[in-house]
């Protein structure tokens, strides 16, 4: 008798003990399975300006990071100066890349088909504001490795006679 009731206590505590480790086991593939699951189309931590390092939430970092750059690109434009014959009001996009390193240079130029090559200058002046931004700010972060993000700014141009 006293050896049947030991060999149920073995039998029950096997049973039970193998459930706990199923269930232990599920719930660390399930959380692995959701850990490997990878947003491409964001990332973790925005670019930085060092002016922008007191934000508190990414979504403030990524505002602030904007608002930055369109303000030191705005204050390189307002210093120069274009000359047209033709009055022209349209908005350009330029796409500018930060490379892994925090680098910022521009990939592309998107012109309206309608403004022809009357602005010529206005490629170089975007190139060399550009240029004259910081030269290392701290790169975007996505499971805390440096990636390249991308940003397209609309370009306002306006003429005056």
Do not use: W
């Amino acid at each position: 008798m006293f050896s049947r009731l030991v060999a149920l206590i073995i039998f029950l505590l096997l049973t039970i003990s193998c459930d706990f480790r199923t269930r232990k086991q599920t719930t660390l593939l399930k959380e692995m399975a959701a850990d490997t699951i990878v947003n491409y189309s964001a990332v973790d931590v925005y670019p930085l300006f060092l002016d922008c390092n007191n934000c508190d939430t990414s979504e403030k970092q990524n505002l602030c990071f904007e608002m930055e750059l369109a303000r030191r690109l705005q204050r390189a434009f307002e210093e120069q100066s274009i000359g047209s014959t033709q009055i022209q009001a349209d908005t350009i996009k330029v796409d500018i890349l930060v490379d892994t390193e925090g680098m910022i240079s521009i990939a592309e130029i998107h012109r309206p088909r309608g403004m022809g090559s009357e602005l010529v200058e206005l490629d170089s002046l975007l190139y060399r504001s550009v240029a004259a931004l910081p030269s290392v700010i701290q790169p975007a972060l996505k499971r805390g490795i440096p990636v390249s993000s991308m940003y397209q700014l609309p370009v306002i141009v306006s003429t005056t006679d």
